[in-house]
């Protein structure tokens, strides 16, 4: 019998029309929810998304689109916690839609008032794949709004975190807004103070007096509101008994302006004003880029962000109702469904329990869980629905314990940047030049001293030394993003260049999320029984069974006259009138003597075994280099909270010298890391999912890697995508060159101190020169960091 396996797509999604084809409208559907997306926008006259990009849809098998799941989101408790804006009338709210990837997905999300009057308007930022929706709240609500953004295949992504706490905007507005007005009042003092600078006697002293009187109104906003950031930071780090960057750059602009005022109100001179707005202006733009590189990513989450922002709960007239998670309490009847996370602990009652625990231990293995035993939070079902009996509450389930270690309440930075340490040499060799200089003028002229010092602490201010951080900083922050590595702050540069032990965890790391390898070994399988094997393994949900029936050739589905399953042995089935039996060693009897027999699935036909399939792990492209680039330079380890079934391989890819070791819970992981830590080692952790975040958190350095970057990570340092994983020797290289760029900075800046210094100490700085020298230097470190940063990664090959 020959097979032939016919190729046909789904007109929406893109997908292999496998076991079924649905004709439509002169289309094939590899699924109803496809077809029912395409009837949505056909009667809407929206196929247009068809034409801006093929396939743009997402796949719609196994969605379920229920009322009631979102039937919460108008309860007043619920909706005040989500929108952004209400008057009564016009309502703003946004939803995160991880399915954003394309061109089409915008367009039709910004067309959403075609489907619903009650859109007033749509705005789409894919950068973050969030949804900004205003609506009109006499024609449509919440809950309608969320049906038809799942009608369409974009489900709002909504957890318990959205409801625990009010929702804030996560741009800083007021940086936005000091900027905005240090930058206005900086180039207007600079335009009003051309006659002072280039003055020959012939203006007007009337004239130039209303001139510095407009030019001190213009300075106060800058000294009392834009740069109030710099003073909170300095009384910061003075309370602490700690003498910050910020502090010396605070003294120079009060120096400035006070001496300034001075000069002004006793007609003595124009002051300093444009150079005290100059460094407030060029500061908070340096803060500014460095600050929106990674605003919009959430690096700080706690458990709840894990969890649903609903469950279904059994009524007393055993009726099923969505509740929110906050409302779920002791003794409550919860019912889970598949791919379904289990908010609290609880004790199954019905159903075939198959829990993944990979999110919370990494074992990537389903357990199997007897009714009367209990399933602890975190955990998710694959299979059918469960009923459960909750007995802790979420807050004190095993899940939030887990999150409640006392690593997540030490909230200090890891460390302090060495720049902090520059700028404490600089201001005590400046304090004792403008010392040996005041003694010096004590001596031979006593009127020059006030304005020789005071001149030596404006000019000499090390806002040069911070903006050549601050700048390089910024932009390797911005080119990490481009390539979807993405780092919380600036000093996580110095902490990956400074790292010598870089443990990996294994399952979601360095391998590919819900992909498998598999192998076939044994006698050749014709190609009925190969059909014969997929038609049985596709009557299981589980991950082994799944992953057969991905590997055999997409044919159609025979009938079954009866199948059992045994939940963590195996299946077996009648196809017609052959006995497929598919499982365990033990299952079929068959004596296997490997150490490990994890990941091999016997097959026998009609109690003939034939071979079996082993499933190993799909590694991420490029970690065999990956790890050949580091283990010459690094001590590599890897913790794992899966078995040892792929020790071997794993061997052969790390060096005799690498520490393997499996089965770890999250509290061993993170004791691990803290022993090496008091070895001296700086520990770079690269991990992902809940059992790695105490040992995340614990590192020096904490690397989460996620396929998909704006959902959940674990408190982490850095977030990479999956993807840019092989290419993480490049990015470590490219942050060791940061430090050089910056003390190559340093030395320019000090060039320019010295000039400074050799007019001030003499007590002769002039207005002009000040003008000249104040933006030459900042604007020389912009363009000196920025361009050789840029230069570097462009020849690394970076985006």
Request: neutral net charge; contains cysteine; charged residues 20%.
């Amino acid at each position: 019998m020959q097979l032939t396996d016919t190729k046909i797509t789904c007109y929406h999604c893109g997908l292999e029309c496998e076991e079924e084809q649905i004709e439509f409208d002169n289309r094939a559907f590899c699924c109803n929810g496809c077809k029912v997306v395409y009837e949505i926008l056909s009667e809407n006259q929206l196929c247009e998304y068809y034409d801006i990009t093929k396939f743009p849809g997402q796949s719609q098998k196994s969605k379920h689109k229920s009322s009631a799941k979102f039937s919460i989101l108008d309860k007043p408790e619920i909706k005040s916690k989500l929108v952004r804006f209400t008057n009564g009338t016009e309502t703003h709210i946004a939803f995160f839609l991880p399915q954003i990837h394309c061109s089409s997905c915008v367009w039709l999300l910004e067309n959403l008032n075609r489907l619903n009057a009650g859109v007033l308007s749509s705005r789409v930022d894919f950068t973050i794949k969030e949804i900004s929706i205003i609506y009109d709240e006499s024609k449509t609500n919440l809950q309608q709004i969320a049906e038809l953004l799942a009608s369409v295949g974009y489900e709002p992504y909504l957890n318990f975190n959205d409801i625990a706490s009010k929702k804030t905007d996560t741009v800083e507005r007021g940086l936005i807004y000091k900027l905005g007005i240090a930058g206005f009042c900086f180039a207007n003092i600079m335009m009003l103070s051309f006659p002072e600078y280039f003055s020959d006697g012939t203006v007007d002293h009337q004239l130039k007096t209303i001139f510095n009187y407009l030019n001190l109104g213009l300075s106060l906003p800058v000294f009392f509101y834009s740069a109030s950031l710099f003073y909170r930071s300095a009384w910061a780090g003075l309370k602490r008994k700690f003498l910050n960057i910020d502090a010396p750059i605070v003294l120079a602009v009060v120096i400035t302006f006070l001496r300034s005022v001075y000069e002004i109100v006793s007609g003595t001179g124009a002051g300093f004003l444009d150079s005290m707005s100059g460094i407030v202006f060029f500061m908070l733009v340096g803060r500014y880029l460095q600050d929106r590189t990674y605003r919009k990513l959430s690096f700080e989450r706690d458990y709840r962000s894990y969890f649903p922002i609903a469950v279904t709960v059994k009524t007393a007239s055993n009726e099923e109702e969505n509740l929110p998670i906050t409302d779920v309490k002791v003794g409550d009847r919860i019912v889970i469904k598949n791919h379904e996370m289990i908010p609290a602990d609880s004790i199954l009652f019905t159903g075939q329990a198959n829990i993944d625990y990979s999110f919370v231990t990494g074992e990537s293995v389903p357990v199997r869980v007897m009714p009367g035993e209990i399933i602890y939070a975190g955990g998710k079902q694959v299979g059918s629905a469960l009923e459960m009996e909750v007995v802790k509450e979420v807050s004190n389930s095993y899940l939030t314990q887990l999150w409640n270690k006392d690593v997540f309440n030490d909230h200090e930075d890891k460390k302090q940047s060495y720049v902090h340490a520059i700028s404490r040499y600089f201001t005590v060799v400046l304090f004792s030049l403008a010392g040996l200089t005041a003694i010096y003028w004590g001596i031979y002229d006593s009127s020059r001293i006030l304005n020789a010092v005071s001149a030596m602490l404006i000019i000499a201010c090390p806002c040069t030394l911070l903006l050549s951080s601050t700048f390089t900083n910024g932009n390797v922050l911005r080119i990490f993003s481009r390539n979807n590595f993405y780092l919380k702050n600036a000093t996580v540069i110095e902490s990956i260049a400074e790292a010598d032990t870089i443990i990996f965890d294994k399952t979601g790391t360095i391998t590919q999320t819900g992909e498998t390898k598999v192998h076939y070994i044994g006698k050749a399988l014709l190609e009925v029984e190969k059909q014969q094997i997929r038609t049985v393994t596709n009557q299981s949900v589980h991950p082994y069974s799944t992953a057969i029936s991905a590997y055999l050739p997409k044919v159609n589905s025979l009938a079954i006259n009866s199948l059992t399953e045994v939940p963590g042995f195996g299946l077996e089935a009648k196809v017609d009138s052959t006995l497929i039996r598919i499982g365990s060693a033990n299952y079929l009897g068959v004596n296997d003597d490997s150490v490990n027999t994890a990941g091999k699935v016997y097959i026998a036909i009609n109690e003939q075994v034939l071979g079996c399939f082993t499933i190993t792990n799909q590694y991420r492209s490029g970690i065999d280099k990956l790890i050949q680039k580091l283990k010459n330079h690094y001590s590599l380890l890897l913790l794992s909270g899966d078995n040892e079934a792929e020790k071997n391989y794993l061997s052969s890819v790390f060096s005799d010298e690498s520490v393997l070791n499996f089965n770890q819970t999250p509290e061993t992981k993170l004791d691990f890391i803290k022993n090496y830590q008091a070895k001296g080692k700086k520990v770079m952790m690269i991990g992902d999912g809940l059992n790695d975040a105490g040992a995340l958190k614990q590192s020096n350095i904490g690397i989460a890697v996620s396929d998909e970057i704006n959902n959940f990570s674990p408190a982490c340092d850095a977030i990479l995508a999956g993807d840019e994983l092989k290419n993480l020797p490049t990015f470590i290289r490219y942050a060791k060159a940061t430090k050089v760029i910056v003390m190559a900075s340093f030395v320019i800046s000090i060039l320019y101190n010295f000039i400074g210094l050799s007019f001030a100490m003499q007590g002769t700085l002039s207005p002009v020169i000040a003008a000249i020298l104040m933006p030459a230097s900042s604007l020389t470190i912009i363009l000196f960091t920025t361009s050789i940063s840029s230069f570097i990664a462009k020849i690394w090959q970076m985006k």
